[in-house]
């Protein structure tokens, strides 16, 4: 039986993040909780793309992160959340614009074990809930007081602002468990005051989540319209199949991309080798990882 070292990481969003007396502790304990539960996962030879559900699953549960409860708002007020998975053998999920999955990964997932289509939107995606078997909530349950704020603030200054500038974030996770297989998920409320139907990065495979056993898994966040328009996540698996560039390099790459067309943001990565990578254009990304079956290590600033 195949016995590789595993890898994962977990991004909670990047952004310009500003510097806290705080240090942002209780984020650095949270990435680090749900970093040992995944590491511990993999250790007992759960595979892959159910490590990187339950990860972004507590995530989204978790209000300091842009995802499920707690996530940003648009300028109507209402959470309207992206979500996508990917498993290294090409099989995919995602939604757009939906306001009633409790976890919106899982009901990505579901869709991408149903196999029938990738992407579900808006209302009828919401509806799919029930044949699903998802779990759902009420619409206040997403909202949080200090979103409301900063949705007050977006609407002064007239801006979309992505969340991690506040500084919170959209959330993602990338790992290979101990058969070599790889995964990927990512989840978001997007950006503050966005247009309502407006859709990210974080809900379209290619873009925000990728996942292939031959080369790479990769979650992204910032800027999604950038992300969107340069297919960043697939990108980088192109690169990989076809220049053989390493990983780590084709991501630097990408991220560069993102800034030559006036966006922003960073992204995590794990390779077919085990490999992690976290390139960021921005001064932070909440994240944490394990290379290799080593400890968990987590950080917030570049
Ligand atoms: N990429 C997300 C979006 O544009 C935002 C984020 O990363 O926080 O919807």
Sequence with gaps: MAHHPVSFAIHGGAGDIPRR???????????????ESARQALQDRVPAIDVVEQAVRQLEDCELFNAGRGAVLNSEGVAELDASIMRGDGACGGVAGVRSPRNPVALARAIMEDGRHVLLVGAEADRACERFHVATAPPDYFVIDSRVQQLRRAR?????????DEPLGTVGAVARDRDGCLAAATSTGGMTNKAPGRVGDSGVIGAGTWAC???????????????????????????MLLRHEPMTAAAELVIEQIVERGGMGGLIGVDRDGLVCLPMSTTGMFRAWAELDGPVQAAVFR
């Design 213 to 239: 056993d031959d080369s790479c898994a990769i979650s992204t966040t910032g800027h999604g319209e950038s992300f969107i328009r340069v297919n960043a996540a697939a990108q980088i698996h192109w690169r």
């Design 156 to 164: 002064e200054h007239e801006a979309i602002v992505l969340d991690h």
């Design 21 to 35: 007396d705080h240090g942002y502790a209780e984020h650095l304990l949270a990435l680090e909780t749900i970093g």
